[in-house]
């Protein structure tokens, strides 16, 4: 974690301010904030069925989280939970819905 401000004076631009920011903070950053857009989303889609709610939530998650692992400031476990967590969702309404 940088003590003083100096650190960052070589930083012009915002994206490299968050990625900054991400590399300080041990690159926890984007992770608790794909967490946090999952949450959020699970609730806000909590007036369909719970099911189809976990399907788009993590599914939207998925490809955020495609799109920042392309990026370089999310690992790659994000986007693996995010699709084994779809697949479980997508294997339980197929078996109950039938």
């Known amino acids: 974690m940088p003590a003083n401000m100096s650190e960052l004076a070589g930083i012009e631009t915002l994206s490299g301010l968050v990625i900054f920011a991400n590399t300080a903070a041990e690159g926890v950053l984007f992770g608790g904030l794909m967490i946090a857009i999952f949450f959020v989303?699970?609730?806000?889609?909590?007036?369909?069925?719970i099911e189809k709610a976990l399907l788009a939530s993590s599914f939207s998650c998925f490809i955020l989280s495609m799109f920042l692992t392309y990026?370089?400031?999310?690992?790659?476990?994000?986007?693996?939970?995010?699709?084994i967590v779809m697949a479980f969702t997508l294997f339980y309404l197929f078996v109950t819905k039938r």
């Open 71 to 83: 990026a370089k400031v999310l690992n790659l476990v994000f986007p693996l939970v995010f699709l």
């Open 41 to 49: 989303m699970l609730m806000i889609l909590k007036k369909w069925e």
